[in-house]
């Protein structure tokens, strides 16, 4: 009996223990809100042929459609549209959370008695982090799943097991079949098997078990014969080479235009764990290379070559790599752990603290991934609302949507009324839509560009996401476009070059909340971190930046400079301050033309101050109008103490140039009669403003009653404007 085919004694709690950590380690991990971006086009199609009681084999939801779809998924998604039927998006959570348990427990019981608990707990583990990084709500979630229990079955006849089990593959590989594109990956792990067994026989190894046996080639063929019977026979079996295509080299649209697409040896350094799986399983077949069957190094070349193509592939490493680390990595540590029972122990903790790294969103926020453990929707990645209001406008038009990612949400919330141009449907769409839709999200990036370029006749509204910020830019400024409605993960413009009607007015209402004292926006709240919740997302910096980056609308950023303002007090976002730097800089050139009235331009204050805070004097230092009011106030150190006029200059520029601390012991220090004491109090209140104390500032600032023809009144009157539009005074209608 060979090293790897030796079995260890049952090893009672502990062996099952370890199956069930790695159940639970495979459910924490999946445990996530949904936020596939391709979950709603499967939705859409599900509930079609739900609706119409058959497949779905054209596209409904399309600018100039296809008469046919080759719709390969059409099986996942009646499913996965009854179970968001019965219990929306937490129900899908669900299936993710039980895919992924059952492969992580089919792995552990199939080599519990080949691997001691720690080890089975150590690789077994890590090949689960790998698989659950793709366990989404898409149909690979099912392929994993397939995947891991056809090598199981297969591997476990090898070994000597019953032959008649694998007949399993015969439903498994109908499933498969039509529901994802890579089903052929159950035949070619099942005839790799077979190859390397007739050659261990061959080389009189003793290692191919019953795999060579009628009984076990015969639900091998019939499995292979079952992947004819699809609704497009011919199509689905030659949807292999489209897939090949698509991630070689002849495809470098596919390649570098699609994220999931690109070459996993290119981004190994965000994928560590996928790297040291396989790096791992090379070592362990190496070593006991003398007792591997031919057909695990059948599928650790195949299945390591496909995930060096593409990221997307990584995944596969999981139940292939998992399983081959764990049996001959058994040989060598079984050893070790004879001699250190207490590794066992030692495993299941470990075990347990990666499940509370999981549940407490500990692991995601180290990896910097912005999963949330939960379930349910994760909806501030989508522009639900915004695809609401365009199914509801009563107007002509489709979408094209920047990122074609985003293109479900709308297929699915924007219908009937509104097609889309092109969404994540790649089968269905050619090479030749996907180059004009890069063409067209480059030329949205410059504003003269996006109004020459030549956009389909059809499309009226562009969709660009909150993280787009050259785009969103350009079409803020572009005289072709104008901004229609934000909501927190988008903003839409429509054409005014349209052939019928004017386009709407925006609507910014929604996202028009008030400050509160706190320093947070009603409504919204404050995200924070807690030990159980390690990585929250900043709902009001992801709409802060948004706002910020629509730079051809004065109204967006004063909202900006709000929202940012919430999310500096969250303190969620490293960047937020700067931001905020940002945010107010801007507002300081649209206020600029009040600088006259003004002792200082207060954005213009506020930048200097946050830059000052966040430890970039240097920079200001470059700023012409500042070298000059460092100067001046030089000078005015020197006046008297008792020039009071000299003094009130300079606490002014200091104000101005971001020292409001400094300022506030100059104007303290000023000699003013009972009746001017109230541009002492003015001051004051603009130094609470720079440092961001905006309501301390506001009610000082109310209580001001300079007399009505001194210049300053106009001053205080501007003020109290600007600082009401910053909190939020002027939200309900007020303006």
Same mark, same amino acid.
């Given at each position: 009996?060979?090293?790897?085919?030796?079995?260890?004694?049952?090893?009672?709690?502990?062996?099952?223990?370890?199956?069930?950590?790695?159940?639970?380690?495979?459910?924490?991990?999946?445990?996530?809100?949904?936020?596939?971006?391709?979950?709603?086009?499967?939705?859409?199609?599900?509930?079609?042929?739900?609706?119409?009681?058959?497949?779905?084999?054209?596209?409904?939801?399309?600018?100039?459609?296809?008469?046919?779809?080759?719709?390969?998924?059409?099986?996942?998604?009646?499913?996965?549209?009854?179970?968001?039927?019965?219990?929306?998006?937490?129900?899908?959570?669900?299936?993710?959370?039980?895919?992924?348990?059952?492969?992580?427990?089919?792995?552990?019981?199939?080599?519990?008695?080949?691997?001691?608990?720690?080890?089975?707990?150590?690789?077994?583990?890590?090949?689960?982090?790998?698989?659950?990084?793709?366990?989404?709500?898409?149909?690979?979630?099912?392929?994993?799943?397939?995947?891991?229990?056809?090598?199981?079955?297969?591997?476990?006849?090898?070994?000597?097991?019953?032959?008649?089990?694998?007949?399993?593959?015969?439903?498994?590989?109908?499933?498969?079949?039509?529901?994802?594109?890579?089903?052929?990956?159950?035949?070619?792990?099942?005839?790799?098997?077979?190859?390397?067994?007739?050659?261990?026989?061959?080389?009189?190894?003793?290692?191919?078990?019953?795999?060579?046996?009628?009984?076990?080639?015969?639900?091998?063929?019939?499995?292979?014969?079952?992947?004819?019977?699809?609704?497009?026979?011919?199509?689905?079996?030659?949807?292999?080479?489209?897939?090949?295509?698509?991630?070689?080299?002849?495809?470098?649209?596919?390649?570098?235009?699609?994220?999931?697409?690109?070459?996993?040896?290119?981004?190994?350094?965000?994928?560590?764990?996928?790297?040291?799986?396989?790096?791992?399983?090379?070592?362990?077949?190496?070593?006991?290379? #003398?007792?591997?069957?031919?057909?695990?190094?059948?599928?650790?070349?195949?299945?390591?070559?496909?995930?060096?193509?593409?990221?997307?592939?990584?995944?596969?490493?999981?139940?292939?790599?998992?399983?081959?680390?764990?049996?001959?990595?058994?040989?060598?540590?079984?050893?070790?752990?004879?001699?250190?029972?207490?590794?066992?122990?030692?495993?299941?903790?470990?075990?347990?603290?990666?499940?509370?790294?999981?549940?407490?969103?500990?692991?995601?926020?180290?990896?910097?991934?912005?999963?949330?453990?939960?379930?349910?929707?994760?909806?501030?990645?989508?522009?639900?609302?915004?695809?609401?209001?365009?199914?509801?406008?009563?107007?002509?038009?489709?979408?094209?949507?920047?990122?074609?990612?985003?293109?479900?949400?709308?297929?699915?919330?924007?219908?009937?009324?509104?097609?889309?141009?092109?969404?994540?449907?790649?089968?269905?769409?050619?090479?030749?839509?996907?180059?004009?839709?890069?063409?067209?999200?480059?030329?949205?990036?410059?504003?003269?560009?996006?109004?020459?370029?030549?956009?389909?006749?059809?499309?009226?509204?562009?969709?660009?996401?909150?993280?787009?910020?050259?785009?969103?830019?350009?079409?803020?400024?572009?005289?072709?476009?104008?901004?229609?409605?934000?909501?927190?993960?988008?903003?839409?413009?429509?054409?005014?070059?349209?052939?019928?009607?004017?386009?709407?007015?925006?609507?910014?209402?929604?996202?028009?909340?008030?400050?509160?004292?706190?320093?947070?926006?009603?409504?919204?709240?404050?995200? #924070?971190?807690?030990?159980?919740?390690?990585?929250?997302?900043?709902?009001?910096?992801?709409?802060?930046?948004?706002?910020?980056?629509?730079?051809?609308?004065?109204?967006?950023?004063?909202?900006?400079?709000?929202?940012?303002?919430?999310?500096?007090?969250?303190?969620?976002?490293?960047?937020?301050?700067?931001?905020?730097?940002?945010?107010?800089?801007?507002?300081?050139?649209?206020?600029?033309?009040?600088?006259?009235?003004?002792?200082?331009?207060?954005?213009?204050?506020?930048?200097?101050?946050?830059?000052?805070?966040?430890?970039?004097?240097?920079?200001?230092?470059?700023?012409?109008?500042?070298?000059?009011?460092?100067?001046?106030?030089?000078?005015?150190?020197?006046?008297?103490?008792?020039?009071?006029?000299?003094?009130?200059?300079?606490?002014?520029?200091?104000?101005?140039?971001?020292?409001?601390?400094?300022?506030?012991? !100059?104007?303290?220090?000023?000699?003013?009669?009972?009746?001017?004491?109230?541009?002492?109090?003015?001051? !004051?209140?603009?130094?609470?403003?720079?440092?961001?104390?905006?309501?301390?500032?506001?009610?000082?600032?109310?209580?001001?009653?300079?007399?009505?023809?001194?210049?300053?009144?106009?001053?205080?009157?501007?003020?109290?404007?600007?600082?009401?539009?910053?909190?939020?005074?002027?939200?309900?209608?007020?303006?």
């Amino acid at each position: 009996m060979t090293a790897i085919n030796s079995r260890l004694p049952r090893s009672g709690r502990f062996s099952s223990a370890a199956v069930v950590l790695l159940g639970l380690i495979a459910a924490a991990a999946t445990c996530t809100y949904v936020q596939s971006p391709d979950v709603f086009w499967h939705l859409a199609g599900g509930e079609w042929m739900l609706t119409h009681g058959k497949v779905l084999n054209f596209d409904p939801f399309g600018v100039e459609a296809s008469p046919r779809w080759v719709n390969v998924h059409w099986l996942f998604q009646l499913i996965i549209a009854a179970v968001h039927i019965l219990g929306g998006f937490s129900l899908l959570t669900v299936l993710k959370v039980v895919l992924a348990s059952v492969a992580a427990v089919a792995l552990g019981l199939s080599l519990r008695r080949e691997a001691p608990p720690a080890w089975l707990l150590a690789a077994g583990g890590l090949a689960v982090v790998v698989m659950a990084d793709r366990i989404r709500v898409r149909p690979e979630a099912f392929t994993l799943v397939f995947l891991t229990l056809t090598v199981v079955m297969a591997d476990s006849v090898r070994r000597g097991g019953r032959a008649d089990r694998l007949w399993w593959l015969v439903p498994i590989m109908l499933v498969w079949v039509n529901m994802h594109g890579l089903y052929f990956l159950g035949p070619v792990t099942a005839w790799l098997a077979v190859l390397g067994a007739l050659l261990d026989r061959r080389l009189g190894r003793g290692l191919a078990g019953n795999l060579l046996s009628r009984r076990a080639l015969k639900p091998i063929i019939v499995a292979t014969a079952v992947c004819a019977l699809s609704p497009w026979p011919v199509d689905t079996l030659l949807h292999p080479l489209l897939l090949a295509g698509r991630i070689s080299g002849q495809q470098a649209l596919y390649r570098y235009g699609v994220a999931e697409f690109q070459p996993a040896w290119q981004a190994l350094s965000r994928h560590p764990e996928a790297v040291v799986l396989a790096v791992l399983t090379v070592a362990a077949v190496v070593v006991n290379i #003398r007792s591997a069957p031919a057909g695990h190094l059948f599928w650790l070349a195949v299945f390591t070559a496909m995930g060096a193509v593409a990221v997307r592939n990584l995944a596969l490493l999981g139940p292939v790599c998992g399983f081959l680390l764990v049996l001959h990595g058994a040989a060598t540590i079984r050893r070790i752990v004879a001699r250190q029972p207490a590794l066992n122990v030692a495993a299941m903790v470990l075990a347990a603290a990666a499940i509370t790294g999981y549940a407490t969103e500990w692991t995601f926020r180290i990896r910097g991934q912005s999963q949330r453990f939960g379930a349910g929707l994760h909806r501030d990645k989508f522009a639900i609302d915004a695809a609401k209001f365009l199914g509801r406008l009563d107007a002509e038009g489709d979408i094209l949507c920047e990122n074609f990612g985003d293109g479900g949400v709308f297929i699915y919330y924007a219908r009937p009324r509104r097609r889309v141009w092109m969404d994540g449907r790649l089968e269905l769409h050619s090479a030749q839509r996907l180059e004009r839709q890069q063409r067209f999200r480059r030329a949205f990036s410059l504003s003269a560009a996006a109004e020459l370029v030549k956009l389909p006749e059809t499309v009226r509204f562009i969709v660009v996401r909150h993280n787009s910020r050259r785009q969103l830019a350009a079409l803020s400024q572009s005289r072709r476009f104008k901004l229609i409605y934000l909501d927190p993960a988008a903003a839409v413009f429509a054409r005014t070059d349209w052939r019928r009607g004017s386009p709407a007015e925006p609507e910014l209402d929604n996202l028009d909340r008030p400050l509160q004292a706190d320093g947070l926006l009603a409504g919204l709240g404050a995200r #924070r971190r807690r030990w159980w919740r390690q990585n929250p997302s900043s709902l009001n910096y992801q709409i802060g930046r948004m706002l910020l980056a629509l730079r051809g609308c004065e109204q967006c950023t004063v909202l900006a400079v709000r929202y940012l303002t919430a999310a500096n007090t969250e303190g969620l976002a490293d960047t937020a301050t700067a931001r905020l730097g940002r945010a107010c800089q801007l507002r300081a050139r649209q206020t600029a033309r009040l600088s006259a009235y003004l002792p200082a331009n207060i954005y213009a204050a506020r930048v200097a101050y946050l830059a000052r805070v966040l430890g970039k004097d240097e920079q200001l230092s470059a700023w012409p109008k500042l070298r000059l009011a460092e100067i001046g106030i030089e000078e005015l150190r020197k006046a008297e103490p008792n020039d009071t006029e000299a003094r009130m200059m300079l606490g002014d520029l200091l104000l101005r140039t971001g020292r409001p601390a400094e300022a506030r012991k !100059t104007y303290a220090s000023l000699r003013l009669a009972e009746a001017k004491q109230w541009k002492r109090t003015l001051r !004051t209140a603009l130094c609470d403003w720079a440092e961001g104390k905006v309501f301390a500032a506001i009610k000082t600032l109310e209580t001001l009653n300079p007399p009505e023809k001194h210049m300053d009144a106009r001053a205080v009157e501007i003020y109290r404007r600007l600082i009401r539009q910053e909190i939020g005074c002027l939200a309900r209608g007020a303006r």
